[in-house]
């Protein structure tokens, strides 16, 4: 029996219907921007295995700084012990963080790190003796699949099984040009007439949603606000976080700064698991006691996991050196480029870019969401030409590794116009 079929016995993906669908493919080892397969193909990484990998596959850093790890710590309880990994990942990040960020919260991915600022905030007003439930998010929004996550994301195909399960959120509409002075009125107004503890977003950009991108100066306006009236402001940052969209933070584009971060995925350069949610002193006031009812009572077996943090503290070497920042800027060169070159296409519904990302959506006459049918067209053509685009429908993003040349970016552009030529 073979490893494709020892998978399918054993083995349930996320993400992918049990029936109907190609089997995955197995690969081998990892290099540079290429993933390799056990017959030697090479398919072209262009969207950083879900956005994770910031400096290619295995890198030499970041596997000298996991495997000298792994000889000396691999893992103690972080409640009551610590480490140099921890101490020195989140000196490193409050180091580049906005400087109203205090103190760095461990976990394990995106999903909790959301999860931990949720419980957080609502817990921070409880320790105030102030009731405070209810949570604004932005319509359209993907914070993660655990339950708070769920709660402030999109209500949609995705959450139909657990709707009734979650806590209830104020969604503001999606900000346009078209739509901000009625979006802002619509914000006003829920934080005058509820008890709002938290407004949680995906700065600049909603991943999951499509890469839907808004107006920085209008996010800037709702933090001031909801800031103005003692409302606490999260920012999720696990994928915007780490140069995605050209600057370190998203939120480094805007002058308010946000209570709490979430960050994840790239944290590590691809190479762990890992989460963070940082707060700022007066959050971490609201807990300062020696009462066990006011501590935050919240944690996970692999908290800053020794291993994990090495990672971090290595990528984050690589991702604050001049060559990151030469790459960050080359990409989204190439990136306008390509755009200049393209927009206005027939097939074209939309084509934007921000940073390293690059999303193109298709005019289509069926379904244009998440569950559009020219994804079956999209996801086999590119992949076909040993290039991993994953699809969310009927549009296609890089987010490619900071190291990815400029052939192999031409490579990624020419399959597309060969695509849109069909």
């Known amino acids: 029996m073979n490893w494709i079929e020892r998978d399918k016995q054993s083995i349930w993906h996320p993400f992918t219907p049990l029936l109907g669908v190609d089997d995955p493919l197995y690969i081998k ?11 030697g193909r090479k398919i072209l990484d262009a969207v950083s295995s879900w956005w994770v990998n910031l400096h290619g596959h ?14 000396s710590l691999e893992h103690v309880i972080f409640a009551g012990f610590t480490h140099k990994p ?11 963080l906005p400087d109203n ?19 957080m905030a609502f817990q921070y007003w409880f320790n105030k003796g102030d009731v405070r439930k209810k949570v604004i998010a ?7 699949d655990t339950f708070g996550a769920m709660s402030v994301g999109e209500r949609g195909d995705f959450t139909k099984p657990f709707n009734e399960h979650l806590f209830e959120v104020e969604f503001i509409d999606f900000p346009t040009p078209e739509n901000e002075s009625k979006v802002f009125e619509h914000f006003k107004n829920i934080i005058e007439t509820e008890e709002v503890a938290s407004f949680i977003f995906e700065p600049i950009v909603q991943g999951a949603s499509g890469m839907r991108m808004y107006n920085e100066q209008f996010l800037d306006k709702l933090i001031s606000y909801a800031q103005d009236h003692n409302i606490l402001c999260i920012a999720d ?14 939120c480094d584009y805007i002058s308010s700064n946000p209570d709490i971060f979430c960050l994840s995925k790239g944290l590590t350069g691809g190479a762990m698991a890992l989460g963070v949610t940082s707060c700022t002193k007066e959050v971490i006031e609201a807990f300062t ?18 291993i ?3 990672a971090a503290v290595a990528s984050f070497e690589l991702l604050t050196s001049p060559t990151c920042r030469v790459n960050l800027s080359r990409i989204e060169q190439k990136h306008k480029v390509f755009h200049a070159k393209i927009k206005g296409h027939p097939r074209i519904k939309d084509i934007r870019y921000k940073g390293t990302i690059l999303a193109l959506e298709f005019f289509t006459d069926k379904d244009s969401s998440y569950f559009s049918e020219m994804r079956n067209q999209l996801y086999p053509f590119f992949l076909k030409k040993n290039i991993l685009l994953r699809p969310l429908g009927n549009l296609i993003y890089l987010i490619p590794p900071y190291i990815i040349t400029d052939k192999e970016l031409d490579k990624i552009y020419d399959a597309i116009e060969e695509f849109l030529a069909l």
């Open 29 to 39: 080892s990892a290099e540079g921007v290429y993933l390799i397969t056990e017959d």
């Open 58 to 71: 295995a890198h030499p850093a970041i596997a000298k700084a996991v495997a000298e790890q792994a000889a």
């Open 86 to 96: 921890a101490i020195t990942l989140a000196e490193n990040l409050l180091s580049i």
């Open 101 to 119: 960020q205090d103190k760095i919260f461990y976990s394990d991915n995106g999903s909790t790190a959301v999860e931990v600022a949720l419980k």
């Open 138 to 144: 932005i319509d359209g929004a993907y914070h993660g």
């Open 237 to 250: 940052e696990v994928m915007t976080g780490f140069g995605r969209i050209g600057k370190l933070f998203a």
């Open 289 to 306: 006691s020696q009462d066990l009812h006011k501590t935050f009572l919240h944690g996970h077996s692999f908290t800053a996991n020794p």
């Open 308 to 310: 994990a943090c090495a």
